[in-house]
């Protein structure tokens, strides 16, 4: 397993950007498909975006798409979540996630996961 530590939440208004980081332990960051994926109070935890190893492909949820960016430099063993335009219902915690072989929006397919960073979007 891989060792992941958030960064880069905080308090923020509508319409205003963050830049999440996910910093992983170990040289093998590069051969893991990526994911975010956030939880809201009294929510179950969904799925955000994930990016493919070495990074060709990219997915996201319809809530996200066009306002969020997914990205990863493998070199620096780091994934990143692009978010513009936040909204009041962007605010969650947010968990980045790894795992091998093919890509998955399943929660239960990731085996490593970070702690989380808090994101809240006032309105």
């Known amino acids: 397993q891989v060792q992941l530590v958030e960064s880069g939440g905080g308090l923020v208004q509508a319409g205003a950007s963050l830049r999440l980081s996910c910093a992983a332990s170990?040289?093998?960051?590069?051969?893991?498909?990526m994911g975010w994926f956030r939880q809201a109070p009294g929510k179950e935890r969904d799925f955000v975006a994930v990016?493919?190893?070495?990074?060709?492909?990219?997915y996201y949820a319809d809530s996200v798409k066009g306002r969020f960016t997914i990205s990863r430099d493998n070199a620096k063993s780091t994934l990143y979540l692009q978010m513009n335009n936040l909204k009041p219902e962007d605010t969650a915690v947010y968990y980045c996630?790894?795992?091998?072989?093919?890509?998955?929006?399943?929660?239960?397919?990731?085996?490593?996961w970070g702690q989380g960073t808090q994101v809240t979007v006032s309105s």
């Open positions: 990016i493919t190893w070495p990074g060709i492909m990219t």
């Open positions: 170990g040289r093998t960051f590069g051969t893991y498909n």
């Open positions: 996630a790894a795992k091998r072989g093919t890509w998955s929006d399943m929660i239960t397919d990731y085996d490593s």
